[in-house]
T-cell receptor, first 114, second 111 residues
C-alpha cells in the first residue's frame, strides 16, 4: 500500500482563517517532501518543499512543518482565501535527495467559505 | 502560457481503439514523466524518461508505450483501450533532481 497518506480527506474553513492540512508517511528513508495544489481541471502545482534536514520552511502565506520523529508533514496556509480552494497533495521522494519516484498521498480537498 | 503542454485535453474513444497523447515542455528540462490520476484523485507515476532514456517504468500494462523523440517531448501511446484506462493523464517534467512541473492533463474516457 501507499505510505504517504492524509488524515483528513476534506477540510472546510472560513475565509481569513488559517488552514492546516496534515500528511503522514511511513518510510523513514524519505528525505524530500513536496506539497502540491491541484485546482479543478488543472494539473498539480508546486507550492513548497522541504528536505529531511529541516523541520520548518516558510513561503508566501504557507509554511511546511516536518516532524521526522512521528513521520508527519503539515501544510499551514495563513489567512485562507477563496483562491486557495483546491485539492492538496503531499508527496515524498525516497532516497537520493530530490531524485527518484514522486509518491503522492491521497489528497485533501480544501473548501474556503466566504 | 503553459510550459508543459499536452494534447488533446479531452479524448473520448471506444474500447479496443488505439490512441496517443502528446506532451511537450519548453523549460529545457531533461526528465519527463507520465502520471495517471484516477476518479478518486489518486496520482500514480507510470513512466519517467531522462535524456530520452527510460528510467522509471512502474507496473503498467504493456499496452502503454511511451516514446520520447527528443528531450522536449514524451508521448504516450495506448493500444487496445479498456474501460479501466479512463482517467486523467498528466505529463510532468523537471531538471533531474529538481521540482517537477505538471501539464494541464488529458481527460481520457473509454466507452
Amino acid at each position: 500500500g501507499e505510505s504517504v497518506g492524509l488524515h483528513l480527506p476534506t477540510l472546510s474553513v472560513q475565509e481569513g482563517d488559517n488552514s492546516i492540512i496534515n500528511c503522514a508517511y511511513s518510510n523513514s528513508a524519505s528525505d524530500y517532501f513536496i506539497w502540491y495544489k491541484q485546482e479543478s481541471g488543472k494539473g498539480p502545482q508546486f507550492i513548497i518543499d522541504i528536505r529531511s534536514n529541516m523541520d520548518k520552511r516558510q513561503g508566501q502565506r504557507v509554511t511546511v512543518l516536518l516532524n521526522k520523529t512521528v513521520k508527519h508533514l503539515s501544510l499551514q496556509i495563513a489567512a485562507t482565501q477563496p483562491g486557495d480552494s483546491a485539492v492538496y497533495f503531499c508527496a515524498e521522494i525516497r532516497g537520493g535527495g530530490s531524485q527518484g519516484n514522486l509518491i503522492f498521498g491521497k489528497g485533501t480537498k480544501l473548501s474556503v467559505k466566504p | 502560457d503553459t510550459a508543459v503542454s499536452q494534447t488533446p485535453k479531452y479524448l473520448v474513444t471506444q474500447m479496443g481503439n488505439d490512441k496517443s497523447i502528446k506532451c511537450e515542455q519548453n523549460l529545457g528540462h531533461d526528465t519527463m514523466y507520465w502520471y495517471k490520476q484516477d476518479s478518486k484523485k489518486f496520482l500514480k507515476i507510470m513512466f519517467s524518461y531522462n535524456n530520452k532514456e527510460l528510467i522509471i517504468n512502474e507496473t503498467v500494462p504493456n499496452r502503454f508505450s511511451p516514446k520520447s523523440p527528443d528531450k522536449a517531448h514524451l508521448n504516450l501511446h495506448i493500444n487496445s483501450l479498456e474501460l479501466g484506462d479512463s482517467a486523467v493523464y498528466f505529463c510532468a517534467s523537471n531538471l533531474f533532481g529538481e521540482t517537477q512541473y505538471f501539464g494541464p492533463g488529458t481527460r481520457l474516457l473509454v466507452l
